[in-house]
């Protein structure tokens, strides 16, 4: 009796090929379109919306491109994908406050503002950086070591959890099952150590857009930035689970990662930290969690929808693939 042969797919995760409902957009709005109509204002005006919509989404180069959003939209419904990109926010958050405590306890025979300046460009706001600067430094020597010891211990745990949550995600997107991971110890530091880098690359970031004067500085900024694609496919390529046969794949959701990156950070950097420091007094340590966790949930948001892109994009092309090796046979 011969063995089975392992699943042709990385994290060696089985293949779930069972008939799925994937209507196309085109066949939804078809569907929509033969519904009964009566002589009513919204009747009307629904048949109108769906004549414009039917010629938008089949119009040229906008078919391929709607057909593609339709699809995404529906795998976010089927995943849940706010409830996911929640979890995801939530576990950057708790990541994050360990490794600024270790990092401000390390710093502590600096002065008070460098501490700071170093956690705030980690991207933790100011109000936090300070509020566990102070905390850090009110000690003596067997205090911060106590702190560095428990806090990196800590640290090391949320980055395998945040792991296991991108893993999750990735799974479900790919409509893989969540399988554990093959080595924790291993995989977990070199998650750990392409995302300290990831920050270590963000901070650079904000001292050469402080640096250089605009639009110099915005330019060399925005190009920097391109560590953030370049991190996307690494950890999907290597950590997280998937169905993609090259390391290609991940560019479609890398580019949206970053594109949308950009845009918070921009947006951030004007109105969000602005406004949250305005509120300070007003809403206290409520208000600044608040406005962290909503910049968290909406990139937790992206980067959800740019791995169920990247899923999406990479069946089409097993469809296409299949579909034109099928004419072949029979031709």
């Known amino acids: 009796m011969t063995s089975e042969p392992p699943p042709a797919l990385h994290d060696d995760a089985p293949r779930d090929d069972g008939a ?33 919509a039917e010629r938008l989404t089949t119009w040229g180069p906008l078919g391929p491109i709607a057909e593609s959003g339709w699809q995404v939209w529906r795998r976010d419904r089927e995943i849940a994908g706010s409830v996911l990109a929640a979890a995801l926010a939530y576990r950057i958050f708790i990541w994050l406050l360990p490794l600024a405590l270790v990092l401000v306890a390390g710093l502590g025979f600096a002065g008070s503002s460098e501490v700071s300046s170093a956690v705030n460009d980690l991207g933790v706001s100011g109000f936090v950086a300070q509020s566990v600067s102070s905390t850090a430094q009110s000690g003596n020597w067997f205090g911060r070591i106590a702190l560095i010891i428990s806090g990196t211990i800590v640290f090391l745990y949320e980055s395998y959890v945040l792991l296991r949550t991108l893993r999750a995600i990735s799974a479900f997107s790919w409509r893989i099952p969540v ?45 920097s ?5 370049a991190y996307i496919v690494m950890v999907s390529t290597v950590l997280l689970p998937h169905r993609a046969t090259s390391w290609t794949a991940f560019i479609p959701g890398a580019i949206l990662v970053y594109a949308t990156y950009a845009l918070v950070h921009v947006l951030a950097t004007l109105l969000v930290v602005p406004w949250v420091a305005h509120k300070q007094a007003t809403y206290g340590v409520l208000g600044i969690s608040a406005g962290l966790l909503f910049l968290m949930f909406v990139f937790g948001r992206v980067v959800e929808l740019a791995f169920s892109l990247n899923a999406i994009l990479e069946e089409q092309r097993r469809a296409a693939r299949a579909r034109r090796i099928g004419g072949r046979s029979i031709a």
């Open 225 to 229: 930035l391109l560590v953030i694609p």
């Open 20 to 52: 799925h409902d994937n209507p196309s957009l085109r066949g939804y709005l078809d569907e929509l379109a033969s519904r009964p109509i009566r002589d009513s204002r919204v009747d009307r005006a629904r048949t109108r919306v769906l004549d414009t």
């Open 179 to 223: 399988r554990p991971m093959r080595n924790p110890v291993r995989q977990t530091l070199l998650f750990l150590g392409l995302s300290v880098l990831l920050l270590v690359a963000l901070a650079l970031t904000n001292k050469i857009a402080g640096y250089l004067f605009f639009p110099l500085g915005l330019v060399m900024a925005l190009a």
